[in-house]
């Protein structure tokens, strides 16, 4: 007998998600907690609020002092919410830990956070084959987990046609028909992202016209969102041959009002430049979906999809040059242009001579290139995490340090910005050093910055003078109050464990967000390490939270999951609507707290934290940094 099962997944009309995102409160860390085992219902809080490693943990607090089908039946929501954070070990030892015999509900809900777990882990084949054997439930919160679950394997796997078919079967297990419609938008916009990938849909080969219909939009959404303007046509002819097809409504919310509707070429619009169809096209299509999450949100806020609004369109940076792109939009009404994103882009776009509206470009120009008027640049810049370290560092009295910086012109760049930072601020480098990545082995640079070679040159002399052996260990250079040492994850791994041997251990040492990889145990060997990132990377902040939250309810954990350019996107949107108004800008972002400077480029402030345990612990403001071990 099928007994129903708490229903994670249950999705939620994506634009009221939306809605509602900004009202939830902020996470303050992101460390596991202490404290008294919580109640079930704190457990689901934590669930609800996306802090699934505390859930985890509360979970299994109380399956710990429940037996039999209870314990067993925790156990699953304590694996269930390990794989929402990602942390499969944990989802595995949990499942391993169900007792879940005699009770066919939980058994098969065992079954399924497994194949989930095989799915995470890149195994999709395996998944596929694994789910194939499991029976369809019947009904309840099962049928729709199992078909969620089938949906994703399918698309993981190539199967689209599959793909629809398990999507279609899970609607009628939704909750009401906001549900429906948010699984209808969710399921074209993975037909849509798989063609941007390369995907061939073929829905000429399916006899189903449902499932035909679903594949063919797939197409018509991949060029609405380069070429908006092109795809009328193939939606009437689309209309024509699947009337009172169910993907109807997401046609007009999802294509056609996303770009410029029929009839409103010239209406007033937001212009997005991106390359969506070049070798940046992945990157492109992640910064779209966050500028349009936020777009939708606004709407949703207003309560309306007025026409007077401006609307966005898209142009392709990759098709279409810079001016041209430029000159389209302008002709077009465009209140703003948003992009382009290649910095050669951004200095084509600088050059622009004729009438255009305002440029928030999402992208720095090169150092000594002149910023035109009306022009802003907005990016995720190591340069301005490295002028944000230098000012940390002055304000907690480190004023002076090293630096240790890989050769080329990336770390010349963040070099460059950081000294002129911390000279500005009144610090001084007292020492600088430079290494080659692929190396591996960076002792040379280390001693060389750390004067450890003079301090084995005073012993060596010392004991020819004496005549005698003496015990030694080198001492390095006293001058030195921190060491800055940006790199990429893969370098900072085999660099930070390098300067604790050369005993620099204990020196505040600090890195851009680029040596920081969210994973549970990427970063063993940073220990003591201190970066500065996004809020959207550690999950605070009442926007970050919300907007995480409204992904989850519509799109489940791979929703939640989008990465820094989604968050980018997402800003840029806000920042797109804050340049007409003439007044300052002050935005608590996704990527940061954004403001303004002089030049017109949109400063990011930062969160800050310290490799503790291997994990990122938030360390408060203006708190002196610890000492690294």
């Not at 609004?309 to 898209?314: S, W």
């Not at 409204?550 to 820094?564: F, H, N, P, T």
Request: some cysteine; hydrophobic content about 45%; proline content about 6%.
């Amino acid at each position: 007998m099928w007994a129903p099962l708490p229903n994670s997944n249950a999705r939620r009309a994506v634009l009221l998600a939306l809605a509602a995102a900004a009202s939830l409160a902020a996470c303050t860390s992101i460390g596991p907690r202490s404290g008294p085992v919580p109640t079930v219902e704190r457990a689901e809080q934590f669930a609800q609020g996306g802090r699934h490693d505390e859930a985890a943990r509360a979970f299994e607090a109380l399956a710990a002092a429940e037996s039999g089908g209870a314990a067993g039946a925790l156990r699953l929501r304590a694996a269930r919410e390990w794989l929402a954070a990602h942390r499969l070990d944990d989802a595995e030892r949990n499942l391993a830990a169900a007792t879940v015999t005699g009770d066919t509900a939980l058994a098969y809900d065992a079954k399924l956070v497994a194949i989930e777990v095989q799915l995470a882990r890149g195994d999709a084949q395996r998944a596929w084959a694994e789910l194939a054997a499991l029976p369809q439930p019947p009904a309840g919160a099962a049928a729709e987990r199992y078909f969620d679950v089938r949906k994703r394997t399918a698309f993981a796997t190539g199967r689209y046609a599959e793909a629809v078919r398990a999507a279609v079967a899970r609607e009628p297990f939704l909750a009401n028909a906001d549900a429906r419609r948010a699984g209808r938008s969710e399921l074209l916009s993975e037909l849509r992202a798989a063609v941007e990938h390369g995907a061939k849909l073929a829905p000429a080969t399916e006899r189903d016209p449902i499932v035909r219909g679903w594949l063919e939009l797939g197409a018509i959404a991949a060029t609405a969102a380069t070429l908006p303007t092109t795809v009328a046509p193939a939606i009437r002819r689309w209309r024509s041959l699947y009337p009172a097809h169910p993907a109807d409504e997401v046609v007009r919310s999802d294509i056609e009002m996303s770009g410029i509707a029929p009839g409103m070429a010239h209406a007033p619009h937001l212009a997005l430049l991106l390359p969506v169809s070049g070798r940046q096209g992945a990157a492109a299509a992640q910064i779209r979906d966050g500028f349009f999450t936020a777009y939708y949100q606004s709407q949703s806020s207003s309560g309306s999809l007025d026409a007077a609004r401006p609307r966005v369109r898209v142009y392709d940076t990759a098709s279409l040059s810079v001016p041209d792109a430029i000159s389209r939009a302008t002709d077009a009404g465009a209140t703003v242009i948003v992009g382009p994103l290649l910095r050669e882009e951004v200095a084509d776009a600088a050059g622009f001579a004729d009438v255009r509206p305002p440029i928030l470009a999402l992208n720095f120009l090169g150092a000594g290139e002149a910023t035109p008027d009306n022009f802003y640049q907005f990016a995720l810049s190591p340069e301005n995490e490295a002028r944000s370290i230098a000012e940390r560092l002055v304000s907690q009295g480190l004023v002076r340090g090293v630096a240790l910086v890989p050769s080329g012109e990336w770390g010349a760049r963040v070099l460059a910005a950081f000294t002129e930072a911390l000279r500005s601020a009144g610090g001084d480098l007292v020492g600088t050093a430079t290494y080659y990545p692929a190396e591996n082995d960076y002792s040379v640079a280390i001693t060389e910055v750390l004067r450890l070679d003079a301090s084995k040159a005073r012993h060596r002399r010392l004991e020819q003078l004496l005549g005698a052996k003496l015990a030694f260990q080198p001492r390095r250079r006293g001058d030195a109050q921190f060491i800055f040492a940006p790199s990429q994850a893969q370098v900072a791994r085999q660099l930070r464990p390098q300067l604790r041997f050369h005993y620099a251990g204990d020196l505040a040492t600090y890195s851009t967000s680029d040596a920081y990889e969210p994973h549970a145990t990427a970063n063993q060997d940073l220990e003591g390490l201190i970066f500065p990132d996004m809020p959207w990377v550690f999950g605070v902040g009442v926007r970050t939270t919300g907007v995480r939250s409204a992904l989850r309810a519509a799109w489940g954990e791979s929703g939640a999951a989008r990465g820094k350019l989604f968050a980018f996107g997402y800003d840029a949107y806000q920042l797109s609507l804050a340049l007409p108004s003439g007044r300052s800008v002050e935005i608590d972002g996704l990527t940061g707290r954004l403001r303004i400077e002089e030049g017109r480029r949109v400063r990011r402030d930062l969160v800050w934290a310290q490799i503790v345990g291997g994990q990122a612990r938030l360390l408060t403001d203006g708190a002196p940094a610890p000492a690294g071990p």
